[in-house]
């Protein structure tokens, strides 16, 4: 590897998909890996095949089907992990086995290792992993809060025991960018080695600085930088793919390191990734956020009326944004929306777009002027008819001055009509009622939030709901001019996706019961 190039190893697949509500079904973890490595990702992270069936599967599925990344699956360090991990990833043109251990003081407290024991352990694994497979990756967790001579320590019995790949994370995101960079510099000059293996950076955002301490670490000597679309990962995330790309290709006077990922693609994952997770991207959001390429200022929107490099040091298109926006009307057809959804990364298949279609229509006879945005949100609330056991079919509310609220509400349920009127404080409140009482559950409402999705009194509503239940955290999203019926849809939605966790688990719930209140 040239010392210009910087390794992109994306982990939206297994830290991503870790955090709390963003679980994806296999459909949709093939669909993403297919799509990073479309776009030049160097190492795919599926997933972690020891953690369940599903997982196992996804992993070794996305190795069958990769074509240029290399396939990487973790492992704990332990033989059955490591095991399982090869089993998964070997079917790989160039598979990767990622195993790690805790190495600080808190985290070899858990298993009660001794800094000898913990050693003599990591040994034995690392070399166990290099057996099978030629390309290793090792990890110890925590690193930043380990002591610094016994990471040289065990870098040093890692590196020997024929790891190519050391990462060092930054496991709680504690780390400020100096410090991420003198570690680094630390290890390549202190650890016998060192400069025969590449050095990895891994970096949460607990404090904000993940994509700053990954550059950082990236100045001096490190060459493969782990992230994740939109920064998705546990807490508050981790180092965001799109923002070291365009950091390096913005900044490349400074930083003057290569990547292979095509930009261009950039919008059209990020867009995928909030659907299928069910997190949406924050407006403000570098990169990808709704507002990095908006002006509202009358100072910022006369420069850019002259030069648009006044107030933009990147294009739109650089990152696969459309340079139009309202095409779409009531009178449109299916191929001019099959066209407008590729433009806005969107790739629909036939059984898909007849779906789209046809609440494309209803909603251009809501309203009268369809934005990019309005697409976007009806791509991220298009569901998986297999995965759609609960449905909605008809929904009236009575609301005012004078309560209680009232909602009547009809829903299939595995097929068969049901229906309810319930009360409740306020109309959102009594639909949710409804649902709950023609299909008991005791999940708790976590999250319940609301945005309009365009400007206007018949903008769309987007909401966005989370649900906990004995453990698991499940989100739904849904979009409709009614917020209430945006509502009552994201609501259904996470109960699906709660259903689909639930049958994941081998919970005793996932048999669908309901109530008959007709």
Request: glycine share 6%; aromatic share 4%; net charge negative.
């Amino acid at each position: 590897m040239t010392q210009d190039k910087v390794v992109i190893f994306d982990t939206t697949l297994r830290d991503g998909e870790q955090s709390p509500g963003a679980t994806m079904t296999h459909t949709e973890k093939l669909e993403i890996a297919s799509l990073l490595d479309d776009m030049g990702v160097d190492i795919i992270e599926a997933g972690f095949p020891i953690a369940s069936e599903g997982d196992f599967n996804a992993v070794s599925d996305i190795a069958k089907n990769a074509t240029n990344s290399v396939i990487c699956g973790l492992a704990r360090a332990q033989i059955g992990d490591i095991d399982r991990c090869f089993e998964a990833v070997k079917h790989a043109r160039q598979p990767r086995i990622h195993t790690f251990i805790g190495t600080s003081p808190l985290h070899r407290a858990i298993p009660n290792l001794s800094m000898d024991e913990m050693a003599e352990r990591i040994e034995q694994t690392v070399t166990h992993a290099r057996n099978l497979c030629d390309n290793v990756q090792w990890s110890p967790m925590d690193a930043t809060r380990t002591e610094l001579d016994y990471l040289y320590r065990v870098v040093e019995i890692a590196i020997k025991a024929g790891a190519t790949t050391i990462n060092i994370p930054d496991t709680v995101g504690y780390t400020a960018p100096r410090e991420s960079a003198d570690l680094i510099r630390k290890l390549l000059e202190n650890v016998p080695g060192a400069d025969e293996i590449i050095f990895a950076t891994h970096c949460h955002n607990d404090l904000g600085m993940a994509t700053a301490n990954s550059l950082a670490a990236v100045e001096a000597g490190a060459r493969q930088i782990e992230c994740t679309i939109n920064g998705l990962g546990e807490r508050a995330g981790n180092t965001a793919l799109e923002e070291v790309v365009m950091a390096l290709k913005v900044r490349n006077d400074i930083m003057p390191y290569q990547t292979g990922i095509d930009s261009t693609k950039i919008m059209n994952i990020s867009r995928r990734v909030a659907t299928v997770s069910g997190f949406p991207v924050q407006f403000n959001k570098a990169i990808v956020g709704k507002n990095a390429f908006a002006h509202e200022s009358g100072i910022h929107q006369d420069g850019m009326l002259k030069n648009a490099e006044t107030f933009e040091i990147m294009r739109p298109e650089d990152v696969g944004l459309s340079a139009t926006n309202l095409v779409m009307g009531k009178h449109s057809g299916r191929a001019a929306l099959r066209d407008k959804l590729e433009q806005l990364g969107f790739e629909v298949g036939d059984n898909q777009l007849k779906d789209v279609f046809v609440r494309f229509k209803a909603l251009a006879d809501r309203k009268k002027e369809i934005f990019d945005d309005d697409l976007i949100a009806l791509m991220r609330t298009s569901t998986d008819p297999e995965d759609e056991r609960l449905k909605i079919e008809k929904l009236a509310v009575r609301c005012g001055t004078d309560g209680p609220q009232v909602a009547d509400l009809v829903m299939t349920i595995n097929g068969e009509r049901q229906m309810t009127t319930q009360t409740g404080d306020g109309p959102v409140d009594a639909t949710f009622n409804a649902v709950k009482a023609l299909f008991p559950h005791e999940a708790r409402l976590q999250l319940y939030q609301v945005h309009a999705v365009t400007e206007g009194t018949d903008a769309q509503a987007t909401v966005s709901v989370r649900m906990e239940e004995d453990g698991r955290i499940v989100t739904g999203q849904s979009a409709d001019t009614d917020t209430v019926v945006a509502s009552a849809r994201a609501y259904v939605h996470a109960l699906n996706r709660l259903l689909v966790r639930r049958e994941k688990s081998g919970s005793d719930k996932a048999e669908i019961s309901y109530k008959d209140v007709s």
